[in-house]
């Protein structure tokens, strides 16, 4: 992560020589996301890609305390 005075630098140009510098520009890392077929399967067969899906965070949900679920549930309908 760059710092602070960095971060000036590549966005507004600015260095302690001046603004005429050449600055660098900030460029992000990409990361890729998943797809709508990797989620739907995550989603319902919970894929171990270190990625907590809805489903898998409702499955540890019901499977922690099945009550509790239910009750919860039925209150916020």
Same mark, same amino acid.
């Given at each position: @992560?760059?710092?602070?005075?960095?971060? @000036?630098?590549?966005?507004? *140009?600015?260095? #302690?020589? *001046? &603004?005429?510098?050449?600055?660098?520009?900030?460029? #992000? %890392? &990409?990361?890729? =996301?998943?797809?709508? =077929?990797?989620? !739907?399967? +995550? $989603? !319902?067969? =919970?894929? +171990? $890609? %270190?990625? %907590?899906?809805? =489903?898998?965070?409702? *499955?540890?949900?019901?499977? %922690? +305390?099945? !009550?509790?679920?239910?009750? +919860?549930?039925?209150? *916020? !309908?």
């Amino acid at each position: @992560m760059a710092s602070t005075t960095e971060q @000036m630098e590549q966005v507004f *140009g600015f260095t #302690p020589q *001046g &603004l005429d510098q050449e600055v660098k520009k900030y460029k #992000p %890392e &990409l990361s890729k =996301g998943l797809s709508y =077929g990797e989620l !739907i399967v +995550d $989603n !319902i067969l =919970g894929l +171990d $890609n %270190e990625y %907590e899906s809805f =489903g898998e965070k409702l *499955g540890k949900a019901v499977n %922690e +305390d099945e !009550i509790k679920f239910l009750k +919860d549930a039925a209150v *916020g !309908i």
